[in-house]
């Protein structure tokens, strides 16, 4: 069975960082891609960060140069590096296994549980 499991979300102040853990079992990790979504309360999910078997990367404009996606194939993990946090960025994070053996990043119907980020003075 496919399993993404997310961590490391919690409450942080603005400005403040966070580094979120997606934890994955049950397929060959390291030829899929792999995105990270959010989703607001009353919102659409959206995806905020995607990166392919190969390394390349994607960002959404909202969090380009304060987020960062990246995988440890030994591991087993993929991560978001989150820095200089907005009370906007306040959301659930679910993570995404996508196609496998691709140059971009195409997401497929396989989704962690999530994990709440608030961020709040």
């Known amino acids: 069975q496919v399993q993404l499991v997310e961590s490391g979300g919690g409450l942080v102040q603005p400005g403040g960082s966070l580094r979120l853990s997606c934890a994955a079992s049950?397929?060959?990790?390291?030829?899929?891609?792999l995105g990270w979504y959010r989703q607001a309360p009353g919102k659409q999910r959206e995806l905020v960060a995607a990166?392919?078997?190969?390394?390349?990367?994607n960002y959404s404009d909202s969090v380009k140069g304060r987020f960062t996606i990246s995988r440890d194939n030994a591991k087993n993990t993929v991560y978001l590096q989150m820095n200089s946090l907005k009370p906007e960025d306040t959301a659930v994070y679910y993570c995404?296994?996508?196609?496998?053996?691709?140059?971009?990043?195409?997401?497929?119907?396989?989704w962690g549980q999530g994990t709440q980020v608030t961020v709040s003075s």
């Open positions: 995404n296994r996508g196609a496998s053996y691709s140059g971009t990043y195409i997401p497929r119907d396989y």
């Open positions: 049950g397929f060959i990790f390291s030829i899929h891609a």
């Open positions: 990166i392919t078997s190969g390394g390349t990367t």
